[in-house]
Nanobody
Framework: EVQLVESGGGLVQAGGSLRLSCAAS????????IGWFRQAPGKEREGVSC????????YYADSVKGRFTISSDNAKNTVYLQMNSLKPEDTAVYYC????????????????????WGQGTQVTVSS
């Protein structure tokens, strides 16, 4: 049974940093990709970043490039999202999600391809 558990959210001042963790179980990461999504109140859920288990390829939304870094410990089936230079507009519930590995880069943020989701962790950035 697949399980995804996020942690590491909290309250931080603008310009600060947080590291989110996604502890996953029940699958072999090299056959999958894990994405980070976020959803602010009243807004659509959007893709933030993704990492592919087979080769470690990473993908980022334009809004977070240069500020966020995704990484993985494949042996532990754990994915991290290091978030630096946080802005108030980064405030949201952050979710990790699992999908089968993909071959087309444009498809990484397609929420409909993700089959399993964690419970979410709140990130609040104050101004």
């Amino acid at each position: 049974e697949v399980q995804l558990v996020e942690s590491g959210g909290g309250l931080v001042q603008a310009g600060g940093s947080l590291r989110l963790s996604c502890a996953a179980s029940g699958f072999t990461f090299e056959d999958y990709a894990i994405g980070w999504f976020r959803q602010a109140p009243g807004k659509e859920r959007e893709g933030v970043s993704c990492i592919r288990g087979s080769d470690g390829s990473t993908y980022y939304a334009d809004s977070v490039k240069g500020r966020f870094t995704i990484s993985s410990d494949n042996a532990k089936n754990t994915v991290y999202l290091q978030m630096n230079s946080l802005k108030p507009e980064d405030t949201a519930v952050y979710y990790c999600a699992l999908r089968r590995s993909f071959g087309s880069d444009y498809d990484w943020a397609n929420i409909y391809e993700y089959d399993y989701w964690g419970q979410g962790t709140q990130v609040t950035v104050s101004s």
